[in-house]
């Protein structure tokens, strides 16, 4: 028994806290997270045109937030994620009709 075995077990029954995790970028193609959805919260510091949400996500590496657009947080608005896993990889920007851009995303829920 050591440290990551108590913490494993403590994750197992939900008793860990959160109390920091690492801002995940999209950048690379094909760059992915997998793992639980811990939480789905309004983004309150954002500089987007709309409103965006952050997801936390418990990994094999430990906890990431990341925002994925207002263009998928609509795609994810009436699924019950929370608590769920979650498979999300970045398939890179695409152009928009109006001359933006937006991250696309491949998305698995179960």
């Not at 207002?70 to 999300?88: C, F, P, Q, W």
């Amino acid at each position: 028994m050591g440290y990551l075995s108590d913490y494993e077990k403590a994750l197992k029954k939900g008793t860990v806290e959160t109390v920091g995790q690492v801002l995940k970028k999209w950048e690379v193609e094909n760059d992915f997270l997998c793992g639980r959805v811990l939480e789905v919260a309004d983004f309150d510091r954002s500089t987007y045109d709309s409103e965006v949400k952050v997801y936390t996500i418990q990994t094999d590496d430990g906890v990431f937030s990341t925002i994925l657009g207002s263009a998928t947080d609509n795609k994810l608005a009436n699924k019950e994620i929370v608590g769920r896993m979650i498979h999300i990889i970045y398939r890179g920007k695409v152009q928009l009709k109006n001359g933006n851009r937006m991250n696309d995303f491949e998305i698995g829920v179960w």
